[in-house]
Structure formats: C-alpha cells, structure tokens
C-alpha cells in the first residue's frame, strides 16, 4: 500500500553499483553503446568470464555513512539500492546463492551498510531486486529469448523468493522493494511474489515494475512525465547521464539547472524523482554527479517546502511557459524559471493572504483585480534576479485548503 512517507518524500537516490562496475562500459576492446550494467547481455559475455569481473570489485573507496549523508545534504529523501541487479549478482551477504560480494576482494556487505547509514540519517531505505531477468541462473529471464528449455519457476523458487525473504527479514524494515523488467511473468507469479513480500513485512511498498499492474504506484520509464494527472502516483527514475551503472564513457551529464526543473515538473504533477548514482568499482562516485546533486542540495535547502509534502493540484487551465505551481494546504508556491519582473496570474480561485520569495522570505504584494471579461487576476512584482536563480519560487499564503482554479470563462 502507498506509504505517507513516500508521498511526502518527492525525492531520492538511486544507487546503481554491481560488479558490471568493473568492465564499465567496455569489454575485450568493445564498448558497448548501450547502458553498462547490460554489459552482459548485450556483448554476450558467457558467465564464466563475466564472473571474473568480481575479482576487480575491490569498493576500498565504498562508504556508505558518507553517501547517506550526502544524499541527505543534497535533499534526498530516500534510498533505493540494486541488492541483486539482472546480472545475478547479489550485492549483499546471501545464504541463498553464493554469487555475492562475499567472493570479491571488497568483501562487505553494502546492503547492510546503507541500511545503517539509513537508519542514522533518517533516510527511508529501499531496494532494487531484479525479479525476472537473472542472467546467471540458468532458469533465469533474458531479454529477447523466449524461455525455451528453462523452468522459470525452478528459479523462482530456488533464488527469487528465498533472496527476497533475507532482505525483508535480515535488513528489516526494508521500506520499498523496487522490482523491475517483469518480463514473462504470469498474473499469479507477480501476485505470489507481492503477498509473499507483504506476508513478510505488510507495510513494504512495491514498485510499479513488479509487473501485471501489481505495483502500489507507477513506475514510469526513464524520465517520462506524464503530462496530465494519470490518477495514480508515480516515480519518475532518472540518471545524472546516460548510463545507470557506472561507463567511463559516458561523461554527457545533464546540468543541475535541467534536473531541479524536472524535478519541479514532477513534483508539480504530483510525482516522486529517483535520481541514480553509479559508484565505480572501488565505490567512489563520479565528480561531476556529486557537482549536479551539491547544486540540486542547495537549491532544496532553501526552497524545499515548495517540494516536499506537497500535494497534487488540478491543472492550472493555461499553458504557462515560464514555470510550474506546487501546493500545499494554505500555501501556493509559484516556481518562476524565468527572468521576469512580474508574474500576472488568472484564474486563482483562492484569496491571497500574503507574499513572498521563499528563499529568503522578501515580501511581495499580490495586487488583485478583476478583469474586463470578470475573470480574477493576480499581479505580483519580482525584484531583479540577482543570483540569477534556477527557480525562483514565490510562496503565497492563501485562504482555503484546496487550491482551487476557476474556469476559462466564454
Ligand atoms: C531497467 C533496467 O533494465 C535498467 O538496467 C535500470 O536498472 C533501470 C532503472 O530499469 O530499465 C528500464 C526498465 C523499464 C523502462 C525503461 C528502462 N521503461 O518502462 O521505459
């Protein structure tokens, strides 16, 4: 069932970090074009000799006090971590199979290590468990192949569901399972594998990707925004570039000012931002990541109260191009992206009490008027845009719970 916690969480951090780490996007001479963790799968690497990517998986950089905290100071919310990736290898101590971090020189247990970094931080911990798709199990999913010769529920029963009680029972509570690539998977089996998750822990949240409409919310693909509200809540997944998984070539990062805007359009829609991380194999992060989400973080810091605990809003009945409303009981809060001197609004509903920019609480004045047509409007003067800021967002106080929009008159 959908949790407060994650309606009210907007954002969080997706760690991307297996031993596909290692070959980072390139294998004997050959890079793959693809995102890297399919490595495997795309360059066709046979088993043997991907599994001995684990012995260069040395995390001696890998500190998760450090990465929760940072997540935390950048704004984030939650955590969502890959325990077992659809390579098959389990990035935690696993009874059920061996092919887990046990066996690198790095050795720990990173899933126990988020989650006490987690539980330190107050930061709400999930994780990432490939269903379906296990390239290393023999009667394991592949995309593009059709299952023939494999007994699906032989894997199923024998790693899926005995991986999936250890991590709700061993790193208890675990908040969110986020299951991805239901491919093939029946109605009954993404039934069984939920009631089997809530037998265990009943308050667990389940990703939209556990398959056949099964998911407490929609998981939406790679930042896709709906563009009108779907009457479902929904997560928007996201990179920093291209690649989940750590690729050393992939260095196309997308710039701070283009993710706090998508993030705003997300939350205005009513939506929740995962954005991912990519550890290399010693467990450092790329720079340039830890760049985008120190800006994301400062913009947050100041302005967080127009993103967090937010609600949905009915859709404003004008295409403004100049930024995005989000709201909360009480409280408007206007995101104006441009350089504009003054914002002028038709069609609020709900009478201004009182103004002002909310990163550093500057009063304005919200001049009301009626329009020659009788339509409401606000007129609100903005001072000189001089830290040039991504969003400028103005909080006004109104009077109402529900923000309401009224119609465009004939
Ligand atoms: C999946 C994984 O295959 C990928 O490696 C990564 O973990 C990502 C977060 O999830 O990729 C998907 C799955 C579904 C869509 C897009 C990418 N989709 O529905 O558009």
Not at 38 to 52: F, G, N, V
Not at 212 to 226: A, K
Request: glycine share 8%; aromatic share 14%.
């Amino acid at each position: 069932m959908i949790q407060q916690w994650w309606k009210d969480a907007k954002f969080g951090m997706f760690i991307h970090w297996g031993i596909y780490s290692v070959p980072a996007g390139e294998y004997a001479g050959v890079k793959t074009d693809n995102i890297a963790e399919w490595i495997m799968h795309d360059l066709r690497i046979p088993i043997a000799e991907y599994e001995k990517f684990a012995a260069s998986f040395t995390g001696e950089h890998f500190d998760a006090d450090k990465i929760v905290r940072f997540a935390k100071e950048c704004g984030m919310k939650y955590l969502v971590f890959t325990a077992k990736h659809h390579d098959g290898f389990a990035m935690y101590h696993s009874k059920a199979d061996a092919y887990n971090t046990s066996i690198t020189p790095y050795k720990r247990d990173p899933v126990r290590e988020l989650k006490n970094a987690c539980e330190k931080y107050g930061i709400d911990f999930g994780l990432y468990y490939s269903q379906a798709q296990d390239w290393h199990d023999p009667d394991g999913c592949e995309d593009g192949e059709n299952g023939e010769g494999k007994d699906f529920e032989k894997y199923f029963k024998n790693k899926c569901l005995p991986q999936v009680k250890e991590l709700l029972t061993d790193y208890a509570p675990v908040k969110l399972l986020w299951f991805d690539t239901p491919m093939y998977m029946t109605a009954e089996q993404s039934k069984e594998l939920k009631d089997f998750v809530l037998s265990i822990q009943p308050d667990c949240m389940i990703s939209g990707r556990i398959g056949n409409g099964l998911g407490d919310y929609v998981t939406t693909g790679d930042n896709f925004i709906p563009l009108l509200p779907i009457g479902y809540s929904f997560e928007v997944p996201a990179t920093t570039n291209h690649s989940w998984g750590y690729n050393k070539f992939d260095s196309d990062w997308i710039s701070a000012k283009k993710i706090i805007r998508r993030l705003v359009k997300i939350v205005a829609r009513g939506g929740n931002y995962l954005l991912n991380v990519g550890p290399r194999p010693d467990g450092s992060i790329p720079a340039e990541c830890t760049e985008i989400l120190k800006e994301i973080g400062s913009f947050l810091k100041y302005n967080g109260d127009s993103i967090y605990a937010t609600v949905s809003i009915p859709p404003y009945p004008y295409d403004i191009d100049w930024g995005y409303f989000t709201y909360k009981p009480g409280k408007l809060f206007i995101h104006v992206f441009e350089d504009l001197d003054r914002v002028y609004l038709l069609n609020i509903h709900n009478k201004p009490l009182k103004a002002y920019l909310l990163k550093d609480k500057t009063p304005l004045k919200v001049k009301e008027r009626c329009t020659c047509e009788g339509d409401s409007s606000w007129l609100i003067k903005l001072p000189q845009n001089r830290d040039k800021d991504i969003d400028r967002v103005i909080c006004v106080e109104v009077e109402g719970a529900e923000l309401e929009f009224e119609p465009i008159k004939r």
